[in-house]
């Protein structure tokens, strides 16, 4: 494929990423051609075929009902399949930013970390700059305009305030952390309305920054080595620290099949709106079902007409991060997947998932430690 081709396909590639990103506007006439290894991966089982998952209910996350009282100080009462953030008091609401922002820290760390390790820290520096500075910096404005509603100047002083540190750091060869949307005291005394907004901002920040890092790599080195990135950040860094940061802001609780079910319903990667939407239900007291009836990654290689690039990118990120948590959750945690990408269409889910405890008879049990 010419080099002026191959340029234009990964700028489709990037423009499609954003979060938010309208999927029609960017909807081509015939698949996208994008080297990609198609091949050499690992697909996990499936057990039922493409087709038979539909989407079984609204994301309640999001759905903001403050009159009904609620003042959660954390979420260590029962699992609540119609969580609602509005459920949370606002003092559980900033730590729920606090969280987030902590989350934020970990992932572009890692991100920092491994490509570092990879390609040494003077690119990284090179990569982390570009990713700001052509990806990020962009979108900033709209998202403070969206979500912190601040005021012009304040807004401009923000942007500044970001630009500076970014400046900072690549002459430091540091890792640009600022974050506008970490937890304030100031955010207590807002209304319940206002203070989800600041949460559901924080998700986009997030996701922002892991897209402005991977969307660098991509321009790089391709879609193969941004796929290799994903796996090993999720399984072998970040997984472990945001296990423990969700345990110590929202006390979740662990070991068993609810308290996972609300470590990702509270999971600041995949809060509700633009990118995700999901459903959690648990049917029997040990037996978990999680839906994506939206998916970012999905949606987007649809769009390109590329439902093989999504089932590859299902493959080599959701499992590290799902099943890998359900171990550290207990290591005798179940998870079948019942639909992942590609699907036969988007009347039906991106992906579902089961979560079960094995029993001792199963091959799979693991023995718990005698004493």
Known sequence: MPETQNDEAVQKVLDVRKVGADYQEHRVASPL??????????????????GTHKPSGPDTRWDIRPDDGMELPDYSGPFKAD?????????????????SDEYYRVCVEAWADEVAKRYGHDLMVEIQSEAWQNIMLPQLRRMLDEWLQLPH???????????????ARTED???VTINPFRANPKYLDCSKERLVEVVLGSHEYLLTAIE???GDVVMRYGLDAMFDF?????????????????????????????????????????????????????PEPDVGI????????????????????????????????????????NPNMKVEILAIPPRVSNEYVCCRWRLSMRTPDDPEYVQPESG
């Open 33 to 50: 051609d994008i080297p990609v290894d198609l091949h050499n991966f690992k697909k996990f089982p499936v057990v039922d075929p493409p």
């Open 83 to 99: 969580l609602r953030f509005s459920d949370f008091s606002n003092e559980a609401l900033v730590n729920m930013l606090a969280m």
């Open 153 to 167: 100047a304040e807004a401009e002083a923000v942007v500044a305030e970001v630009v500076r540190e970014v400046a």
């Open 173 to 175: 060869g540091g890792v």
């Open 212 to 214: 402005a890092w991977a």
């Open 230 to 282: 994903q796996w090993a950040l999720w399984s072998e860094k970040v997984l472990p620290a945001v296990r423990d940061l969700k345990a110590r802001w929202m006390n979740v609780g662990d070991g068993t099949v609810a308290a996972f079910m609300k470590d990702i319903q509270i999971d600041a990667s995949s809060f509700p709106g633009k990118a995700f939407e999901m459903t959690f239900d648990m």
């Open 290 to 329: 999680m839906s994506f009836n939206k998916c970012i990654q999905v949606e987007q290689w649809e769009a390109l007409g590329r439902p093989d690039i999504a089932e590859k990118s299902a493959h080599v990120t959701c499992p590290a991060s799902i099943i890998e948590t359900a171990k550290m959750y």
